[in-house]
């Protein structure tokens, strides 16, 4: 199985500022045959299911704002926030799509400095 | 508008039974994959199943192999779960997903509110 591994577990950040959540995979998930990064990010608010964010490792998901953005390839990918705002608090997961079993790492706890 | 509508959740004996049910709506169901994800109270999430698009192609994670079956019926637009043998830590809310895709390997673009089961005497 590919054990995917967040960090860090918590993280708060000030309002306008950037945050950064990384995101790192046991084995790569970059496709040979596509170039594709089967890499998810997730944002999940309390009492809420998860709502996909990010695909492809970099893709954003329609109705995402711009300030949400991913990156990296292979083995290690980020979660950028480019300027948090309050409703971004929210805890954040990463996901490898690439083998069954999909794995999910632990999840980033984002809150407001 | 996409909807996935989960029922079935409860509370049930360690040893028992349980069948999940998700209405889907707004897309044409057997063009897709699904999923279910599950996560215990307070924890992240986890995969449990996910069912090719026909029903033929049926995978599961190894912590609930042999005691959960995944299933749909491509007629009534309804994917299930049914659950035996529950254990203390199947407890969890159960969500039902959409693969973002027609095939497999794509991410969860579409999450029910959830199911909530729990195994306790």
């Known amino acids: 199985d590919i054990v995917m591994t967040q960090s860090p577990d918590s993280l708060a950040v000030s309002l306008g500022e950037r945050a950064t959540i990384n995101c790192k995979s046991s084995q790569s998930v970059l496709s040979s045959s596509n170039n594709n990064n089967y890499l998810g990010w997730y944002q999940q608010k309390p009492g809420q299911p998860p709502k996909l964010l990010i695909y492809w490792a970099s893709t954003r998901e329609s109705g995402v704002p711009d300030r949400f953005s991913g990156s990296g390839s292979g083995t290690d990918f980020t979660l950028s926030i480019s300027s948090l705002q309050a409703e971004d608090v929210a805890v954040y997961y990463c996901q490898q799509y690439y083998s069954i079993p999909y794995t999910f790492g632990q999840g980033t706890k984002l809150e407001i400095k | 508008e996409v909807q996935l509508l989960e029922s079935g959740g409860g509370l049930v004996q360690p040893g028992g039974s349980l069948r999940l049910s998700c209405a889907a709506s707004?897309?044409?169901?057997?063009?897709?994959?699904m999923s279910w994800v599950r996560q215990a109270p307070g924890k992240g999430l986890e995969w449990v199943s996910t069912?090719?698009?026909?029903?033929?192609?049926?995978y599961y994670a190894d912590s609930v192999k042999g005691r959960f079956t995944i299933s749909r019926d491509n007629s009534k637009n309804r994917l299930y779960l049914q659950m035996n043998s529950l254990r203390a830590e199947d407890t969890a809310v159960y969500y039902c997903?959409?693969?973002?895709?027609?095939?497999?390997?794509?991410?969860?673009?579409?999450w029910g509110q959830g199911a909530l089961v729990t195994v306790s005497s």
């Open positions: 997903a959409k693969d973002r895709g027609g095939g497999y390997n794509y991410p969860n673009d579409y």
């Open positions: 069912i090719s698009g026909s029903g033929s192609r049926t």
């Open positions: 707004g897309f044409t169901f057997s063009n897709y994959v």
